[in-house]
């Protein structure tokens, strides 16, 4: 089993020194949440994540969910923690004290989320997809509704899920055949089939609330005839008490690669009550507001499992002798592998692309408080437009190396990452639904490019840039280097940029060819804008703690030797266009 | 289940076109092997790997081969199609006619371990090992060993494996434990434990015949004092009958994340008796023989692996509808998304890829004969060097991109990708061994950089590198856009060659840090070369078949546009060296 130390002093850098926006310092109600606060739950965080949850992760594996007699079951030992888990109030972290909820912001949730995703993915699917729900309730149902189900959410002891998927629209959910017929007394009657449901059915908690996209009966066909309906489990009484069942059953779980814990399952509405949230017709914007919050922590889940893919390369590393180095001292025997260029080369890798992406990722987490919580609405939605351009970035770009840094984790372990035992090749087969659920890394790209880069509030990646560029226009002396090397690849953003705004004008189809080139070329600068910021502190604060800024220094090093080269190769390889592409006969 | 249909047209197309190598058509014995010979065994290989072996896959992978009572069983359905297999004569493809092999050069076997790859590895691996020990037996045994084994190795009722690894010995053979203790009527007795052995123990053949490497108990210790054994697993009467069982267990089988119809076994050898093959204390040399012939066929694994996953993405991409495109002619549902600029680029890629692999294949199988077979000793020196030089290219690019491509399949294939049903996930999982064993990639590359690039006869890359100039200095019009681009990529080769030389004498952690990015650009360059030959024909002998030079033509357009640029990004990364990675302290 793959051992996993939450790294904590990593995560508190980061929220003592790279707390940096001004705007976010602003919001009253974070103006208490300290440091010794934020230490304490990151290390009770740690605490749960490597004693109790780390464990499941293979007993998810081994004795995957199951459906009997119409019954989903659980992995062994999954109830119990569960139950320590919302007892210790880890499912309302970030909820909102008014439904029970402990009002901690996304730059201390963020950082839980990524531990539990190091610990096992399975496990954590089981509450994720209850905050999902929670934040589309918040947003847009009725007061009463909010009332009624958010403290249970809150509590734990109801989770949610989000129901889009049918067996012919996953990408494209215009086509969805799920119909809502309208009642009398206000609510619907759903009917239809929803596949790849995330925690659709399961033993954990009382009752089950499903956010489902349907057609009302009397809606047009296409994306415009979506609404958004709260369907539960087991009907909800007047007094909030436990009623009937709904007519929603479960046809089948899936068999699947990896997070073997988690159940996936297809549903069956036949006539189930619902409740519409928001406007009718307009259930797909409701829908968004939670998804782009899922999908960065869909990014954050490849970052979790990153992590853990490291420590243990990195453990294993130091612990597994074979062949001798160049410079070895060994007059007798191998060397430990660690000493080895290759190995070391992999393993600066994997922690240069990690620590990167934390520290973007609380940039990012950073622009999302203010974009809910700033008092200011234009500040609220320039945050927010940052937050959609980089949305897709961070759900891509992190799940993508996610996938190089766990199939990289094999590599060092040799045979023995190719066989069970040791847990390793069970992170790739976790992290590979990543790239996929939530909207495919392909659509990510494909949102960023035609969607994100500029919209009403006018030109959203040059604000970008320029923010970049103003903040990383630093004097130090130490910095320069990095600086200059930094100004080369940002410049190719810009023109790449350029690039697609002007293609965009005249052949989408360049467009949407270089759309993946895109994403990874602007994530790799950005994580490269986020070790500067890393950077800076590191050069400024040396004296303070001198190892470990030294060891952020270095890291970063290897980044811009390394990593961020990657940059320019996208560039090189999207611009020769797409008339080849497009007029390829495929027979 | 994934389908599969073996790509003979493209096979007949190098067999025809791309036989230009001087020296092979030279060798007299293949003289008669004509193009309907090969279309013939071409056809037929292809039906039984559709037909026979393409089913096993599946039922390998969700019925492992299992241990019982110290006994393997392997999958269901495994014991019919091996004896259909033999029957037809199958494992004798390219054996000696002298032993009873059909004398096949490997510009056909080649073609048959590729298709035999795509339709089920773990099938594949149960006479894979045989012509590895064929090989080794062949070349380093004793006339009265060779008459004894072969006849019945190359008849498939005996099946061979490669005894190397220990639990403390992978890569660093020197550490070896396994003791061989000479007797007095010149056998030995072997006594120790080997992991990781491919087709170790099963119950397709009547005997097994071990190749083992292990230390006579007067030899020195590390690599210096490491002698051949041929082990079988029961000894073999005077009259070639079957005798008693041999010393040799199985401890266990591994449980593994893919291959799972392939029996990778712990044997333990018990004062088992042994023949000593070849010289004392040479044993590497001999196993090397084997070694590098079957990195190669590694390679050829990927290379089949990512065919058959291109093949279901292609037809799952035209099945599968989503989206609208940028010129979407539906005016209600969506398009198929193999109009999607980005599914086509990535369809390409592998296209592109695989064609370019399978050709450059086709060139290194011509050398390899030259190597064994021509006449002319300095002829097979030299095929022999530029052989030795692309085994570990082969092998790990191909294998490196046979991920990226199956990667990308499951991908295509979305959240159907990640479940079991459609038998996409399962390509990776089975190819993900092919960069581990042999050697892992990483070895290969120190291998390339260390011990390929020059060696007594002298400078090999340079005499390569001339062979392609020589050989790509065409003054055909259409051509000439290609070799523009290309001449900027071989001499980034160039240069980085005279990187790696340069730091060679000067600090061989450089080139150790490097050498993994050496070797991509050296595959990419030579995967383009490859490319040019093909485009060479392509324009030449265009009128007698359009429609299959326009598919080459464009599919090579898109090598050299999106592929090749990778080759400079390997050698910017590489070139910044290694002091910061060394002097690294990981905590």
Redesign the interface.
């Known amino acids: 089993m793959p051992s996993y130390i939450a790294p904590v002093d990593d995560m508190m850098f980061l929220f003592e020194k790279l707390r940096d926006n001004k705007n976010y310092n602003e919001i009253e109600k974070y103006k208490e949440v300290s440091s010794d606060l934020v230490r304490n739950i990151l290390e009770e965080a740690a605490k749960i994540n490597q004693n109790l949850i780390l464990p499941l992760a293979k007993k998810g594996d081994e004795n995957p969910a199951v459906l009997e007699n119409g019954v989903v079951r659980t992995p062994p030992g999954y109830k119990e923690a569960y139950q320590k888990y919302i007892e210790d109030g880890w499912t309302s972290l970030s909820c909102d004290p008014k439904y029970g909820g402990q009002g901690m912001p996304k730059t201390v949730s963020a950082f839980f989320d990524e531990m539990l995703s190091s610990a096992s993915l399975s496990f954590k699917l089981y509450s994720e997809l209850s905050i999902g729900a929670y934040n589309c309730i918040n947003h847009h149902a009725t007061d009463e509704i909010k009332n009624k189900y958010l403290p249970k959410i809150v509590e734990g002891k109801w989770s949610g899920t989000m129901c889009l998927?049918e067996p012919?629209?996953?990408?494209?959910l215009?086509?969805l055949k799920t119909k809502a017929a309208p009642q009398s007394d206000g609510t619907f009657k759903l009917s239809g089939q929803k596949?790849?449901i995330t925690s659709g059915d399961h033993d954990l908690t009382e009752n089950i609330i499903h956010l489902v996209i349907a057609r009302a009966t009397d809606s047009p066909?296409?994306t415009k005839g979506i609404s958004l309906f709260l369907v539960p489990k087991f009907i909800v009484n007047e007094d909030g008490s436990i009623g009937p069942r709904n007519g929603i059953s479960t046809g089948s779980i899936?068999?699947?690669?990896?997070i073997k814990g988690s159940a996936?399952c297809v549903l069956n509405f036949d006539e189930a009550t619902g409740y519409m949230i928001g406007k009718k017709d307009k259930g797909l914007n409701a829908m968004f507001t939670m998804m782009n919050l899922e999908r960065i922590v869909v990014g954050i889940q490849g970052l979790g499992i990153s992590e853990i893919a490291y420590q243990n390369s990195?453990a294993y590393?130091?612990e597994r002798?074979?062949?001798?180095?160049?410079?070895t001292k060994s007059t007798?025997?191998?060397d430990f592998i660690?000493e080895?260029?290759?190995?070391?080369?992999l393993?600066?890798n994997m922690k240069s692309i990690i620590e990167g992406e934390r520290a973007l990722c609380f940039w990012l987490s950073q622009q999302t408080e203010v974009s809910l919580n700033h008092h200011d609405e234009k500040v609220r939605q320039e945050a927010s437009d940052f937050v959609s351009l980089m949305t897709p970035v961070v759900k891509s770009l992190f799940t993508d190396l996610g996938?190089e840094i766990t199939?990289d984790a094999?590599?060092i372990h040799?045979?023995y990452?190719?066989?069970?035992?040791q847990g390793i090749?069970q992170l790739?087969?976790d992290n590979?639904?990543t790239?996929?659920?939530e909207g495919?890394?392909?659509v990510q790209?494909?949102d960023l490019v035609f969607r994100k880069l500029s919209n009403k509030n006018g030109d959203i990646i040059n604000k970008y840039i320029d923010l970049i560029k103003t903040e990383t226009d630093l004097d130090n002396e130490k910095i320069k280097p990095f600086i200059k090397e930094f100004k080369d690849y940002l410049n190719i953003l810009v023109k790449f940029s350029e690039w697609i705004n002007e293609k965009t004008k005249t052949d989408?189809?360049?467009v949407?060819?270089a759309?993946?080139d895109y994403l990874k070329t602007l994530g790799f600068v950005s994580v490269a804008y986020a070790w500067i910021k890393v950077l800076d502190v590191s050069f400024k604060d040396y004296n303070e703690n001198k190892?470990f800024y030294?060891?952020k220094i270095?890291?970063a090093?290897?980044y811009f030797?390394?990593?961020l080269?990657?940059a320019?190769?996208h560039y090189?390889?999207a611009i020769?266009?797409?008339s080849?592409?497009?007029?390829?006969?495929?027979?």
């Not at 080895?340 to 080369?345: G, T």
């Not at 080849?580 to 027979?587: P, Q, S, W």
């Open positions: 998927t012919v629209c996953g990408t494209d215009g086509l596949i790849f066909a296409g899936e068999s699947k690669m990896g996936t990195l590393a130091k002798k074979q062949g001798k180095t160049n410079k007798n025997g191998a660690i080895h260029a290759d190995i070391r080369r393993l600066l996938m199939n094999m590599q040799g045979g990452g190719y066989t069970k035992d090749e790739y087969r590979r639904i790239p996929i659920y495919t890394n392909s790209a494909a989408r189809d360049d949407s060819a759309a993946n190892n030294d060891d270095n890291t090093k290897f030797d390394k990593i080269p990657r320019e190769q090189k390889s020769s266009g797409s080849n592409i497009m007029n390829f006969k495929f027979n």
